[in-house]
Structures are given as structure tokens and as C-alpha cells.
């Protein structure tokens, strides 16, 4: 059983950059593929960015594409979203999550909550105007 731990959410100023961690511990981070999800109050939680097993293929939803990357330190068992030009609607709390898989190559993506196994508790980041 892998837990997951994020890090690096606080109050930032629009248009300023955040990075945040997620690490991983109990497991290896390396056999898992991994995404990013927020949640922000009365809303749904949303798909943000994913990574495969190795690194080299990612997604990300259409908000923060061209301004965010995903990337992940096996080594460190870390995996990282780095939002820039964040805005006041980023404002919500930020899941990391893992999905036990095989294939260190994968190219598709999961964007589904429910296709992940296993779930960090979370950072808030809010974005002011």
C-alpha cells in the first residue's frame, strides 16, 4: 500500500507560480502512474494532469495546459505540478493520486477519479486577486 503526501499548497498572489509535491511512501513511486486532481468548494473534483510510469507522456486539462507541468523524481518518489500564471479560479484544494500499473510506457491517459487506487489529503491553494 502506497500513501501519498502533498505539499508545497499556501496563498499565492494571480499570476504567480506554485509548485507543488506529492511523495510517496509504503511503495515504490515508480510502479505507479499518477495524476493530479483539485477540488474547489461546491464543485466536483476535477482531473488536472497525469504521468506515466516513466515520465514520458502526460496530460493535462484544457485550464491549465501551456502553463503547468507535470514531472515526477522516481528516485525521490516524488511526483510535481508546477502551475504558472496561476489565477483565482486554481483556487481549490490539490489531490496527488496513483494507479498500480504494469506498463512503464504508457501512452494513454486516465482522467477519471475512479481509475485511481490511491490518494494523498490534499493541499489547499489559494489564488488572490
Known amino acids: 500500500q502506497v500513501q501519498l503526501v502533498e505539499s508545497g499548497g499556501g496563498l499565492v498572489q494571480a499570476g504567480g507560480p506554485l509548485r507543488l509535491s506529492c511523495t510517496a511512501s509504503?511503495?515504490?513511486?515508480?510502479?505507479?502512474?499518477m495524476g493530479w486532481f483539485r477540488q474547489a468548494p461546491g464543485k466536483e473534483r476535477e482531473f488536472v494532469a497525469a504521468?506515466?510510469?516513466?515520465?514520458?507522456?502526460?496530460d493535462y486539462t484544457d485550464s491549465v495546459r501551456g502553463r503547468s507541468t507535470i514531472s515526477r523524481d522516481n528516485a525521490k518518489n516524488t511526483v510535481f505540478l508546477q502551475v504558472n500564471s496561476l489565477k483565482p479560479e486554481d483556487t481549490a484544494v490539490y489531490y496527488c493520486a496513483a494507479r498500480a500499473m504494469r506498463q512503464l510506457y504508457y501512452s494513454g491517459t486516465y482522467r477519471s477519479a475512479a481509475d485511481y487506487e490511491h490518494w494523498g489529503q490534499g493541499t489547499q491553494v489559494t489564488v488572490s486577486s
Open positions: 509504503g511503495r515504490t513511486l515508480s510502479s505507479y502512474f
Open positions: 504521468i506515466n510510469r516513466r515520465g514520458s507522456s502526460t
